[in-house]
């Protein structure tokens, strides 16, 4: 879900265009919502969400940036649950909240 808004926050902030930035934050911080029920590609969901919302918390300094990414972290995180535990491998994936599954491949 918004993927490239999240994703070009880091580039409207660098390019100056802090107007639109800023309107772009806000519908993230007010909409964003991680707790879905679905597979998603770790990979791109860390480097376009994740990163995305971290970098445009560094540029702007808005806390609601920063909850997101950290519920997003915490989200992703689950995808290696043997540092915490025994179980899945590197393949598991996020499903939702407190589930994770092996991806085919791994």
Avoid: C
């Amino acid at each position: 879900v918004a993927q490239t808004l999240v994703d070009s926050l880091d580039t409207l902030w660098m390019m100056g265009f802090h107007e639109e930035f800023h309107r772009a934050a806000e519908w993230a911080e007010a909409n964003l919502n991680f707790d879905k029920d679905l597979n998603v590609n770790y990979f791109e969901t860390s480097i376009r969400h994740l990163g995305g919302l971290l970098s445009a918390y560094v540029f702007s300094q808005r806390p609601g940036l920063l909850l997101k990414a950290i519920d997003l972290a915490q989200r992703l995180a689950q995808a290696f649950p043997q540092l915490a535990s025994p179980g899945p491998g590197p393949g598991a994936a996020p499903r939702r909240a407190g589930s994770t599954a092996s991806a085919g491949w791994a």
